[in-house]
């Protein structure tokens, strides 16, 4: 990250804007990253900042977002354990995964019911890539131990209307339908390997306020 080495507030007012350049690239988000601000005394002594407490000091949580990360409804994508034999295959249900950015096109979540609780979750990063040519969605893991295959074509597609009592606010519906995916849970039982079939679909709904320019404020946010 970068930013100005001066900030200058104008006469007659009290507060100003500080631009700050991030620089994302390969910034890991399955750990949380947040940027601490401290305004220092000037060592000339031509400025000295307010002690009172929250006035000199901020941390800044660091989410970049795209068109397609955000927290996702799983009601519908089952998760089965395979060979767990008759009567012991029930689907395991999550009610929300959440997703991450990548970059522009592309998410990663975590598989099946695998979620933040768990301090292995980065094993078990499935990224989702969206072809901007197609409707086509790319699941795809880099870590070999966690046995990732797909077994049909994920595709997606995008619902957008708006609200009826809120015309300005514009509902975008995002679902990826036809997944179908295994992978192998290899470090929650020690000295065993645990295999999945996850299928189905997810969805998520973006609301986002068309009266308000900037992209990040006009989305609400869960």
């Not at 901020?58 to 068109?67: S, V």
Request: glycine share 6%; with cysteine.
């Amino acid at each position: 990250y970068s930013f100005p080495e001066t900030v200058e507030i104008q006469p007659g007012e009290n507060s100003t804007l500080l631009n700050i350049d991030f620089n994302l690239a390969g910034l890991d988000l399955v750990e949380k990253w947040v940027l601490p601000l401290t305004i220092e005394e000037s060592p000339t002594g031509e400025y000295t900042p307010n002690y009172r407490k929250h006035y000199r000091k901020a941390l800044l949580r660091i989410m970049p977002f795209n068109n397609y990360s955000g927290t996702y409804s799983g009601t519908a994508l089952m998760n089965y354990m395979k060979n767990a034999g008759d009567g012991g295959n029930d689907p395991l249900v999550k009610s929300e995964i959440v997703s991450y950015a990548v970059d522009e096109n592309t998410i990663f979540f975590y598989a099946g019911t695998i979620d933040e609780t768990r301090k292995d979750r980065a094993n078990y990063k499935i990224k989702a890539f969206f072809d901007p040519e197609s409707n086509k969605v790319n699941l795809t893991c880099d870590n070999g131990e966690v046995n990732f295959r797909t077994n049909k074509q994920a595709t997606y597609f995008i619902k957008e209307e708006m609200d009826e009592k809120q015309p300005y606010l514009l509902k975008r519906t995002i679902m990826i339908r036809d997944m179908d995916y295994d992978y192998t849970d290899y470090t929650m039982a020690p000295g065993a390997s645990i295999e999945y079939n996850v299928r189905g679909e997810m969805s998520i709904l973006r609301k986002i306020n068309t009266q308000i320019p900037n992209e990040d404020q006009a989305i609400e946010w869960d």
